[in-house]
């Protein structure tokens, strides 16, 4: 049976669990609560010896990497082709996507996240005004890029349906809430997106993404006493 690790803060473990949800693939859930350490205990680290969630065991076989998984769930169970896309130019434009975003959407959304948000409740102080300002604006060449080359003339990321591309990049654009920014502001294209990869997801979207609104709930409250 396949066993997934993840803890649903983590971006890339939300999309796997949106994917699974959506395809009703039958898994067995085991959370791992990465404020409590459980990603670098003994049992875990047999898992995934880099200490790094999501990871998967399907009967025996252990898969780590978000990317790497989500493609391996596409092709070892039976989901709708626009996921994965079996045609080769249409899969490409997937990969192309996956590609890039590990050093863009993925490094610039957690990065703001991680300045804005966790070294702020860590240290009880707020990150100095250039740091922050850096980091939103490489977040913004990120979000412009999305608008004008992978949205320009698509309703999705890589074409016209929902693909595994989608999960990665909505999932990491929405962490950015929770410090109460709203990176779809002023950016119609990548509002449309977001509200049309949620209805896709709908209701799995919503019910993975709870704890980003109380991140941004104590996160403003922490804001208010600095």
């Known amino acids: 049976m396949l066993t ?41 680290m047999k898992i995934n010896p880099m200490g790094k969630v999501p990871a998967i065991n399907d009967n025996g076989f252990i898969l780590t990497e978000s990317v790497a998984i989500l493609k391996y769930l596409a092709v070892r169970y039976v989901v709708p082709d626009h996921w994965y896309p079996s045609d080769p130019q249409q899969r490409a434009r997937v990969d192309e996507y996956m590609a890039w975003q590990h050093m863009n959407t993925r490094f610039n959304s957690a990065g703001l996240f991680w300045k804005e948000v966790m070294i702020p409740q860590m240290t009880g102080k707020p990150l100095d005004k250039a740091t922050l300002n850096k980091a939103v604006s490489e977040l913004n060449n990120t979000l412009d890029m999305l608008q004008t080359m ?59 993404v709870g704890m980003i609104y109380k991140l941004r709930d104590m996160s403003r409250r922490q804001q208010a006493r600095l």
């Open 150 to 208: 992978f949205l320009k003339d698509r309703q999705f990321l890589c074409g016209d349906n929902i693909t595994i591309a989608d999960l990665l990049a909505v999932n990491e654009l929405i962490q950015c809430l929770s410090s109460g920014r709203d990176v779809t502001q002023g950016r119609p294209k990548l509002q449309a997106w977001m509200n049309r990869v949620r209805e896709k997801l709908h209701p799995h979207f919503d019910n993975s």
């Open 4 to 44: 997934f690790y993840y803890d649903i803060m983590s971006q890339p473990s939300r999309a796997i669990f949106q994917f699974l949800k959506a395809n009703n693939i039958v898994y067995k859930d085991h959370p791992v609560a990465i404020r409590k350490g459980e990603h670098k205990s003994d049992w875990y």
